[in-house]
């Protein structure tokens, strides 16, 4: 099992940046797919990114993509979410979330989640 905690949500201006951790308990971090979704209220679960269990891919929703970089440090368990060029469109609750499955968007892949953090963006 995984134990999956999210930090560095906060309040940012419209452009401005932000930077999202998720540390992951347990030894087994390298064997999973990681990836980020966000939730605005009254809408559904999205994917954002999601990077593959060594690192070398990564996905991107069309979104997000050029903006947003995903990555990952194994050594310590880590995955990151770097955002860049914020819009009010993405605020919402960011959740990273582990895999077993190959690596995908779909959030019923997705074995274990974390708590979410929660993103604010002002215009």
């Known amino acids: 099992q995984v134990q999956l905690v999210e930090s560095g949500g906060g309040l940012v201006q419209a452009g401005g940046s932000l930077r999202l951790s998720c540390a992951a308990s347990?030894?087994?971090?390298?064997?999973?797919?990681m990836g980020w979704f966000h939730q605005a209220p009254g809408k559904e679960r999205e994917h954002v990114a999601a990077?593959?269990?060594?690192?070398?891919?990564?996905n991107y929703a069309g979104s997000v993509k050029g903006r947003f970089t995903i990555w990952r440090d194994n050594a310590k368990n880590t995955v990151y979410l770097e955002m860049n060029s914020l819009k009010p469109e993405d605020m919402a609750v960011y959740y990273c979330?582990?895999?077993?499955?190959?690596?995908?968007?779909?959030?019923?892949?997705?074995?274990?989640w974390g708590q979410g953090t929660q993103v604010t963006v002002s215009s």
């Open positions: 990077i593959s269990r060594n690192g070398d891919n990564t």
């Open positions: 347990g030894q087994t971090f390298s064997t999973y797919v």
């Open positions: 979330a582990a895999s077993r499955s190959p690596l995908c968007g779909r959030w019923t892949e997705y074995d274990y």
